[in-house]
């Protein structure tokens, strides 16, 4: 690990089950703090009819996809719902050395990766008030079949058991008071939501129990 890395930006690492409300929650602090650079990240998966090339997503073909993870641009990857994601290498450290914050909205898997390659980066985990709740928005997006839903639903149940790899729990119950929760982190303020923190845990696992 470099001293330029040390002394530039911090990089947060977000990760959630999907229904969570990550990418909401995620967008909502980046208007708030424009200063953060959100990193975009690779997909081979199409794009949504309210997505957009660049802006939600960097959408490559597989082939594309490989020539990149081979070339080493890829700081970590997963394949998610028969679908790869990827962050950029170059683009975190030339935002991080640049002194900018940055943002990765990741999955868990990413996260450990992550970790594994730059150990110094804040993890936050977002989880929903409740699996009814999960299981609510899920079905309120109105963009799967039911039967991707229930594999979302199976899925996310899965990924909430590594809620406790991470630096920080926020459960997105309210988004205003979400959004708080995320800036006292981001201001390096984060006891109440630290997984260290005994009230935040026992909520935690009232949730995924």
Sequence with gaps: MSSKRQEGGKLFVFAAPSGAGKTTLVHAIVTKHPELRFSISYTTRKPRRNEADGVDYLFVTRREFMRLRNAGEMLEYAEVFDNYYATSRSQVEKHLADDRNVILEIDWQ????????????????????????????????????????????????????????????????????????????????????????????????????
Aim: aromatic share 4%; proline share 4%.
């Design 110 to 209: 990413g996260a450990r990766q992550v970790r594994e390659s730059m150990p110094e980066c804040i993890t936050i985990f977002i989880l929903p008030p409740s699996v009814e709740e999960l299981e609510r928005r899920l079905r309120d997006r109105r963009t799967d079949a039911p039967e991707v839903i229930e594999r979302r639903l199976r899925d996310a149940l899965s990924d909430m058991s590594h809620w406790d790899e991470f630096d920080h729990v926020i459960i997105n119950d309210d988004l205003n008071r979400a959004v708080a929760d995320l800036e006292a982190v981001l201001a390096g303020q984060g006891e109440l939501t630290s997984t260290s923190n005994a009230a935040l845990r026992r909520a935690v696992e009232r949730i995924v129990r």
